[in-house]
Every structure is written in C-alpha cells, then in structure tokens.
C-alpha cells in the first residue's frame, strides 16, 4: 500500500488541525494504521493507532485527550484530528500502515509506545508547526 500524508502547516498554539493520510494500490482494511511524528532534534515517536478489525485505538500519552486518529474506509484514508494544539506538537507528522488486525502495542510501565519495526508502509511526512 502506497500511504500519502497531508494537511500540515502552520498554526497557533491551541489551534485545531487535521492531517490526512490517503491510501491506494490495496484498501486501508486490511491495515492498522498509526501516526508518527519526528520533533527537530529528536527521534521519530509513534503517537496513535487504530486497529483494522474493531477500529480500536491507542494514544500515547501525550497526545490523549487531544488527538484523534480515525478513518474513512470509503475514502481509503485515516485522519489525525489534533486539537488543543503546542508547541512541542511541532514535528513532521507521518502515517504508517501494518499489514495486521491490529495494532502492536508495547509498554514501559504504563507508558504505551509503538515501534516503527511493525509498520511496512509508511508515507512521506507533513510538517506541523505551531507557534506562539
């Protein structure tokens, strides 16, 4: 599956936005899906995903309550809904699809956190900067 990202730009801190990621060659379906993003200076983190049986998802933790990851299967494309927006929200946003039922998920702890092993497709990033 090919994966295409979009919908970055610049926006103020508590701004909303929303980042698209439109699929093609195979149907979304059959794949969790999930967002990662790469802050400047800083390793690439996975920060959401959504499961392709039961469209269950997952957040870690500094996202939850102020994104969204969902999907349109008639569209072929997941969607990240991010409210509230902050400064340290400022990244390149990528989306990455796992041929699987459902999402793997790891934990230190009782922080949650994705590995980008698990995903084979992934699309060419978007970048969302939030300013003050």
């Known amino acids: 599956v090919q994966l295409q990202a979009s919908g970055g730009g610049l926006v103020h801190v508590g701004d909303s936005l929303r980042l698209s990621c439109a699929a093609s060659?195979?149907?979304?379906?059959?794949?969790?899906v999930a967002w990662f993003r790469q802050a400047p200076g800083k390793e690439r983190e996975g920060i959401t995903c959504?499961?392709?049986?039961?469209?269950?998802?997952y957040d870690e933790e500094s996202v939850q309550g102020r994104f969204a990851i969902s999907r349109d299967i008639s569209e072929n494309t997941v969607y990240l809904q991010m409210n509230n927006l902050k400064l340290e929200d400022t990244a390149v946003y990528y989306c990455?699809?796992?041929?699987?039922?459902?999402?793997?998920?790891?934990?230190?702890?009782?922080?949650?956190?994705?590995?980008?092993?698990?995903?084979?497709?992934w699309g060419q990033g978007t970048l969302v900067t939030v300013s003050s």
């Open positions: 990455a699809a796992d041929a699987s039922s459902f999402c793997t998920t790891y934990y230190t702890g009782a922080s949650l956190f994705f590995s980008e092993d698990d995903f084979d497709s």
């Open positions: 060659g195979y149907p979304l379906v059959g794949y969790s």
């Open positions: 959504i499961n392709s049986k039961d469209d269950t998802t």
